[in-house]
């Protein structure tokens, strides 16, 4: 092969940009965690979980909790402020190749976010309608409330914003505006936390174990929906891409097919 077609298909900028490496990683990392999480119920839910004035609810229950509460907010402020303090000054000026390559790690974070959604809308979240069909709960910290609400919704919560800081602080096309898909693909599910509040001082003053349908629950639901924001986020993603992934002298064509 000549030189001169080496050197081209060298330039090529969409070459090596999916980290394979780091796609498996993520996703057996979250993996193990939701299974660890999942295999911690199985053990203690049913002798350690189903009286909150036993002391050993206190002891596998409350302890968890708080423990969860201590690694959200130590990644919290340890991923959210790393991300705000390493950001690109001179975002407006990366090459189109970085550029490039920066969209792919962003969507190392998409990947993140929507598999811990995945597992703490579908699989826990049915759970504990399950959990509560056959219990009635003396606490708002079920066993199933305490991996739910107060840990899988941190989490996604917690990778969700990282995607956006990122966004925002490395990619001219969301530092430069504000983008609404994404804004409503992470504050929507992030909301849902908040919602958590009224729907346990609901459940206070009226018997609904566990009846999706009532009113109590359709916040759930609406802002559930939001995450399919993700469809205009991608829109806005593909086009851009399109442009940068284009070689160099390549022809660019407008013509109305």
Same mark, same amino acid.
């Given at each position: 092969? #000549?030189?001169?077609?080496?050197?081209?298909?060298?330039?090529?900028?969409?070459?090596?940009?999916?980290?394979?490496?780091?796609?498996?990683?993520?996703?057996? $990392?979250?993996?193990?965690?939701m299974v660890a999480w999942r295999v911690y119920q199985q053990v203690y839910a049913w002798?350690? $979980?189903?009286?909150?004035?036993? #002391?050993?609810?206190?002891?596998?229950?409350?302890?968890?909790?708080?423990?969860?509460?201590?690694?959200?907010?130590?990644?919290?402020?340890?991923?959210?402020?790393?991300?705000?303090?390493?950001?690109?000054?001179?975002?407006?000026?990366?090459?189109?190749?970085?550029?490039? %390559? %920066?969209?792919?790690?962003?969507?190392? &974070?998409?990947?993140?976010?929507?598999?811990?959604?995945?597992?703490?809308?579908?699989?826990?979240?049915?759970?504990?309608?399950?959990?509560?069909?056959?219990?009635?709960?003396?606490?708002?910290?079920?066993?199933?409330?305490?991996?739910?609400?107060?840990?899988?919704?941190?989490?996604?919560?917690?990778?969700?914003?990282?995607?956006?800081?990122?966004?925002?602080?490395? !990619?001219?096309?969301?530092?430069?505006?504000?983008?609404?898909?994404?804004?409503? !693909?992470?504050?929507?599910?992030?909301?849902?936390?908040?919602?958590?509040?009224?729907?346990?001082?609901?459940?206070?003053?009226?018997?609904?174990?566990?009846?999706?349908?009532?009113?109590?629950? &359709?916040?759930?639901?609406?802002?559930?929906?939001?995450?399919?924001?993700?469809?205009?986020?991608?829109?806005?993603?593909?086009?851009?891409?399109? $442009?940068?992934?284009?070689?160099?002298?390549?022809?660019?064509? %407008?013509?109305?097919?």
């Amino acid at each position: 092969m #000549p030189s001169t077609e080496i050197t081209e298909l060298s330039s090529d900028p969409t070459k090596n940009l999916i980290n394979v490496k780091a796609v498996i990683f993520i996703i057996l $990392g979250i993996l193990c965690v939701m299974v660890a999480w999942r295999v911690y119920q199985q053990v203690y839910a049913w002798d350690m $979980g189903m009286d909150s004035f036993e #002391p050993e609810f206190q002891t596998y229950w409350m302890n968890l909790l708080y423990a969860q509460w201590i690694i959200e907010f130590i990644l919290a402020s340890t991923i959210w402020s790393y991300l705000l303090k390493t950001r690109d000054k001179n975002v407006f000026n990366i090459s189109p190749a970085e550029e490039l %390559r %920066r969209y792919f790690t962003l969507f190392l &974070w998409l990947l993140s976010y929507t598999w811990i959604v995945y597992w703490a809308a579908s699989f826990f979240a049915e759970q504990d309608a399950s959990w509560h069909q056959v219990t009635v709960r003396d606490t708002d910290f079920t066993p199933s409330h305490i991996v739910l609400f107060y840990g899988t919704f941190p989490a996604y919560i917690i990778a969700g914003v990282s995607s956006f800081l990122y966004a925002r602080t490395r !990619l001219p096309q969301f530092a430069d505006n504000i983008s609404i898909p994404f804004v409503i !693909l992470i504050v929507g599910p992030f909301m849902i936390l908040p919602n958590v509040g009224l729907n346990e001082w609901g459940h206070t003053f009226w018997f609904m174990e566990e009846l999706f349908t009532a009113p109590l629950h &359709w916040g759930f639901v609406v802002l559930g929906w939001s995450a399919l924001a993700i469809g205009g986020l991608g829109a806005q993603v593909i086009l851009r891409l399109i $442009g940068l992934s284009r070689l160099a002298g390549e022809a660019e064509i %407008r013509e109305n097919m």
